[in-house]
């Protein structure tokens, strides 16, 4: 646990590094808090114009698709590359169910030989780049043929069927279309998001990020229409931009973990390495030279996996920031969900058309699993379950169908065996995926209510005796509930808890006493549990609820407070007016000088009474002056002496608690040393040095055995009083005679 002495420049070292798209609190200038409202009310109505453009493009992108001529048409691949026709809503076509598809031809000209890669939807996960040239060159000369408004299918057995295309329409964009396009929307809305809270670098390589996905999940949207056709030109450039989306993502992903949490020493060089291998494998592509193309994609986009997840980790070990924890362990499930979709679209490959249908799912479940957890980063701390719940899905959807396709096309296991058993493993792997995820963000130790409630009892009991303490208190209090790295305070408070940097920090304002003439300050807590967590919303309400119990706490007692004084001070009056009135009057009229000497101390110990009464703090020093005076008269009468001595190293103020428990000590034991004990010496020693004060009361009178005494109202009371102050006290014989008193306190005179 590290507290450091001087916020302002800590906070200062540390603002290029701290975690999260959104600012820290503490690295604002103070006059954001007022103008708040004012960039929430231009960052809304930006956010709102996006958001409005975005659907126009959507909807344009929708339209652009229904407007394309289609057949309504179901396929299958046969094991030798066949094209056989499932099913189809046009009643020529139904009739023709079975039967296998040689080739498509128009109104002029040679048909068109097909196979079953007419089917395929997917350029960019397609391994063989024999087999993708011919794809695409199937879907393009296919769209030729339906612009023209007629398709002839012919048949093996020679028939020859010829239908008449109309547009695809809105119903013909099937069911996935939407919720793909919505999501692309989503992750827009989040990279403005992102970049209206703070223009820099990191959140330049988030929209960066989400913006290629989105590009990514509107080619996969359009792969998913229903039917026989998609818009021309439509798939050409699907597998060079594609990869440039995905190495893009991989290589920002790169830079943004050499920048953030932690800024590496060679970050420059590290982000400059990942973009340049983009810029040659893309120039390759482009230029035709890599072959395969498929494996030189996926090794590039694995190696940038790869490259992100060791900076990351390299970056957490350099601070432990549980930002960069949680990010290395998403790029640690999408470097191993990538890897395993990998593997299993290139096993299936070999089986021809074994498993077709998986194989497609398994790269969109992939993107699916990278688009949610693009979504989840920047709100980690916004408490967003259902974030964290649809990213689980996604991982474990892409996990379910990769191992399906595995054991369909490596192990030959049937159809229905392998789901059952690919559906078992993903439910467990979810079962423990989700464990590991919540204890990393919410917390792995979160403090139950029970011992919540009693660390928050005990902070406002400790703060009723001791409000000038709240500050100090309360910050323990923080440290024992969150157990942060570093907690330090900043003059630069918000009206509310937050949490900042992405969750890696929370700032907390500190409440003030009332009539405190201190400046406010917030208190930074950095790293919660060790960097083991991130702080949420919850922790920020949490801790809201815990201050306000304290000022409760304070206001509470300073209420009792004020009543105690004027308690107090109305007694004090009485006394004086009613009984010092009536003493006063017994005094004039006292028979012997004895009697009358006798009532004027008494006078005097009421007046002494009183002063203390009506007073809510006295100072030690003045208090040692009426202390010393009193005993002195009270020994006098009794014809004993008064050894005194009087030692402090901190002149405080003694409140009226302290006082008077103090006086009644004093009192009690030096009238059990005159009249139990017949003493003729008395000697008091009182000493307050480091916050130690040591009360000391010595006699020469005819005590013994302190350990055998039965402890009454009065040895009782000086045990109690002793107790309400917080120390301790023994009784001991004196050498050669009498008895010893030492009453320890400890903490007394501390300043805190």
Same mark, same amino acid.
């Given at each position: 646990?590290?507290?450091?002495?001087?916020?302002?420049?800590?906070?200062?070292?540390?603002?290029?590094?701290?975690?999260?798209?959104?600012?820290?609190?503490?690295? =604002?200038?103070?006059?954001?808090?007022?103008?708040?409202?004012?960039?929430?009310?231009?960052?809304?109505?930006?956010?709102?114009?996006?958001?409005?453009?975005?659907?126009?493009?959507? @909807?344009? @992108?929708?339209?652009?698709?229904?407007?394309?001529?289609?057949?309504?048409?179901?396929?299958?691949?046969?094991?030798?590359?066949?094209?056989?026709?499932?099913?189809?809503?046009?009643?020529?076509?139904?009739?023709?169910?079975?039967?296998?598809?040689?080739?498509?031809?128009?109104?002029?000209?040679?048909? !068109?030989?097909?196979?079953? /890669?007419?089917?395929?939807?997917?350029?960019?996960?397609?391994?063989?780049?024999?087999?993708?040239?011919?794809?695409?060159?199937?879907?393009?000369?296919?769209?030729?043929?339906?612009?023209?408004?007629?398709?002839?299918?012919?048949?093996?057995?020679?028939?020859?069927?010829?239908?008449? $295309?109309?547009?695809?329409?809105?119903?013909?964009?099937?069911?996935?279309?939407?919720?793909?396009?919505? /999501?692309?929307?989503?992750?827009?809305?989040?990279?403005?998001?992102?970049?209206?809270?703070?223009?820099?670098?990191?959140?330049?390589?988030?929209?960066? !990020?989400?913006?290629? +996905?989105?590009?990514? #999940?509107?080619?996969?949207?359009?792969?998913?229409?229903?039917? *026989?056709?998609?818009?021309?030109? &439509?798939?050409?450039?699907? !597998?060079?931009?594609?990869?440039?989306?995905?190495?893009?993502?991989?290589?920002?992903?790169?830079?943004?973990?050499?920048?953030?949490?932690?800024?590496?020493?060679?970050?420059?060089?590290?982000?400059?390495?990942?973009?340049? &291998?983009?810029?040659?494998?893309?120039?390759?592509?482009?230029?035709?030279?890599?072959?395969?193309?498929?494996?030189?994609? +996926?090794?590039?986009?694995?190696?940038?996996?790869?490259?992100?997840?060791?900076?990351?980790?390299?970056?957490?070990?350099?601070?432990?920031?549980?930002?960069? !924890? %949680?990010?290395?362990?998403?790029?640690?499930?999408?470097?191993?969900?990538?890897?395993?979709?990998?593997?299993?679209?290139?096993?299936?490959?070999? =089986?021809?058309?074994?498993?077709?249908?998986?194989?497609?799912?398994?790269?969109?479940?992939?993107?699916?699993?990278?688009?949610?957890?693009? #979504?989840?980063?920047?709100?980690?701390?916004?408490?967003?379950?259902?974030?964290?719940?649809?990213?689980?899905? $996604?991982?474990?959807?892409?996990?379910?169908?990769?191992?399906?396709?595995?054991?369909?096309?490596?192990?030959?296991?049937?159809?229905?065996?392998?789901?059952?058993?690919?559906? @078992?493993?993903?439910?467990?792997?979810?079962?423990?995926?989700?464990?590991?995820?919540?204890?990393?963000?919410?917390?792995?130790?979160?403090?139950?209510?029970?011992?919540?409630?009693?660390?928050?009892?005990?902070?406002?009991?400790?703060?009723?005796?001791?409000?000038?303490?709240?500050?100090?208190? +309360?910050?323990?209090?923080?440290?024992?509930?969150?157990?942060?790295?570093?907690?330090?305070?900043?003059?630069?408070?918000?009206?509310?808890?937050?949490?900042?940097?992405?969750?890696?920090?929370?700032?907390?304002?500190?409440?003030?006493?009332?009539?405190?003439?201190?400046?406010? +300050?917030?208190?930074?807590?950095?790293? &919660?549990?060790?960097?083991?967590?991130?702080?949420?919303?919850?922790?920020?309400?949490?801790?809201?609820?815990?201050?306000?119990?304290?000022? =409760?706490?304070?206001?509470?007692?300073?209420?009792?407070?004020?009543?105690?004084?004027?308690?107090?001070?109305?007694?004090?009056?009485?006394?004086?007016?009613?009984?010092?009135?009536?003493?006063?009057?017994?005094?004039?009229?006292?028979?012997?000088?004895?009697?009358?000497?006798?009532?004027?101390?008494?006078?005097?110990?009421?007046?002494?009474?009183?002063?203390? /009464?009506?007073?809510?703090?006295?100072?030690?020093?003045?208090?040692? %002056?009426?202390?010393?005076?009193?005993?002195?008269?009270?020994?006098?009468?009794?014809?004993?002496?008064?050894?005194?001595?009087?030692?402090?190293?901190?002149?405080?103020?003694?409140?009226?608690?302290?006082?008077?428990?103090?006086?009644?000590?004093?009192?009690?034991?030096?009238?059990?040393?005159?009249?139990?004990?017949?003493?003729?010496?008395?000697?008091?020693?009182?000493?307050?040095?480091?916050?130690?004060?040591? *009360?000391?009361?010595?006699?020469?009178?005819?005590?013994?055995?302190?350990?055998?005494?039965?402890?009454?109202?009065?040895?009782?009371?000086?045990?109690?009083?002793?107790?309400?102050?917080?120390?301790?006290?023994?009784?001991?014989?004196?050498?050669?005679?009498?008895?010893?008193?030492?009453?320890?306190?400890?903490?007394?005179?501390?300043?805190?």
């Amino acid at each position: 646990m590290a507290v450091l002495p001087h916020p302002q420049d800590a906070a200062g070292e540390r603002g290029d590094g701290d975690s999260g798209f959104e600012a820290s609190a503490f690295e =604002r200038p103070p006059a954001r808090f007022s103008r708040h409202s004012l960039w929430a009310g231009w960052r809304r109505r930006v956010l709102v114009l996006v958001a409005l453009l975005g659907c126009a493009g959507i @909807f344009a @992108f929708a339209r652009w698709v229904a407007a394309t001529p289609f057949v309504d048409v179901q396929w299958s691949g046969h094991g030798d590359g066949s094209l056989i026709l499932e099913g189809s809503t046009v009643p020529a076509l139904q009739a023709r169910r079975g039967r296998t598809v040689v080739a498509i031809g128009g109104s002029g000209g040679p048909p !068109m030989p097909v196979d079953a /890669l007419l089917q395929h939807r997917s350029p960019r996960w397609q391994v063989d780049d024999a087999a993708r040239a011919r794809q695409v060159a199937q879907q393009v000369g296919l769209a030729t043929l339906l612009a023209a408004g007629t398709l002839s299918l012919h048949f093996a057995d020679g028939s020859v069927l010829t239908i008449d $295309a109309a547009p695809r329409g809105w119903a013909g964009l099937g069911w996935l279309f939407w919720p793909l396009a919505g /999501l692309a929307l989503l992750l827009l809305l989040s990279a403005t998001v992102v970049l209206l809270a703070r223009q820099r670098s990191l959140t330049l390589l988030y929209a960066g !990020m989400a913006l290629c +996905q989105a590009g990514t #999940l509107l080619f996969i949207a359009l792969e998913t229409t229903r039917g *026989l056709g998609l818009p021309a030109g &439509a798939l050409a450039p699907d !597998m060079l931009a594609r990869l440039a989306l995905d190495s893009c993502t991989g290589a920002a992903a790169v830079t943004a973990f050499a920048l953030n949490p932690t800024r590496l020493p060679r970050a420059g060089w590290v982000a400059a390495a990942a973009w340049a &291998a983009v810029i040659v494998c893309l120039a390759g592509a482009w230029a035709g030279a890599l072959s395969p193309l498929w494996w030189w994609a +996926q090794g590039l986009c694995l190696t940038l996996g790869a490259a992100a997840l060791a900076v990351i980790a390299h970056s957490y070990q350099r601070e432990p920031n549980p930002y960069a !924890m %949680v990010l290395r362990r998403f790029a640690s499930a999408s470097l191993a969900t990538l890897l395993l979709t990998t593997a299993a679209v290139a096993l299936s490959a070999r =089986r021809g058309e074994v498993g077709h249908g998986i194989a497609a799912a398994a790269p969109v479940a992939w993107v699916l699993f990278l688009a949610s957890l693009l #979504l989840l980063a920047p709100f980690l701390g916004r408490s967003r379950p259902l974030l964290r719940e649809f990213a689980l899905l $996604a991982g474990i959807g892409s996990v379910a169908t990769s191992l399906n396709l595995l054991f369909v096309a490596a192990f030959s296991i049937g159809a229905f065996n392998s789901l059952a058993l690919s559906l @078992f493993i993903a439910l467990a792997l979810y079962v423990g995926a989700r464990q590991w995820l919540l204890d990393h963000v919410v917390g792995r130790s979160v403090l139950s209510t029970e011992r919540t409630f009693d660390l928050l009892y005990r902070a406002a009991r400790e703060v009723q005796a001791q409000p000038a303490r709240l500050s100090a208190l +309360q910050a323990r209090l923080l440290r024992e509930l969150f157990e942060p790295l570093e907690i330090f305070s900043v003059d630069r408070v918000p009206a509310r808890a937050r949490v900042v940097g992405g969750g890696s920090a929370l700032v907390v304002p500190v409440p003030r006493a009332d009539g405190d003439p201190t400046p406010p +300050q917030a208190l930074v807590l950095r790293y &919660a549990q060790h960097g083991q967590r991130l702080f949420t919303l919850d922790d920020a309400r949490l801790v809201a609820r815990v201050v306000d119990q304290m000022r =409760r706490a304070v206001a509470y007692d300073q209420a009792v407070e004020r009543g105690r004084s004027e308690e107090r001070l109305r007694i004090a009056q009485d006394l004086h007016d009613d009984i010092g009135a009536r003493l006063l009057t017994l005094m004039y009229q006292a028979p012997t000088p004895e009697l009358e000497d006798y009532i004027r101390h008494t006078l005097l110990d009421l007046k002494t009474l009183t002063r203390g /009464l009506a007073a809510s703090e006295h100072q030690l020093s003045h208090a040692a %002056v009426e202390w010393k005076s009193d005993l002195a008269q009270r020994l006098a009468a009794a014809q004993a002496e008064l050894l005194w001595t009087f030692h402090c190293d901190l002149d405080m103020r003694l409140s009226v608690v302290q006082w008077s428990a103090l006086t009644r000590v004093l009192r009690e034991l030096v009238s059990n040393a005159l009249y139990h004990g017949h003493a003729t010496r008395v000697e008091v020693q009182f000493s307050l040095e480091r916050g130690e004060l040591l *009360l000391r009361v010595a006699d020469d009178g005819s005590g013994c055995q302190p350990q055998a005494w039965s402890h009454g109202l009065g040895l009782g009371g000086v045990r109690k009083r002793a107790k309400l102050l917080g120390g301790e006290v023994r009784w001991l014989e004196n050498v050669p005679c009498g008895i010893v008193c030492e009453l320890r306190l400890t903490g007394f005179g501390d300043p805190s």
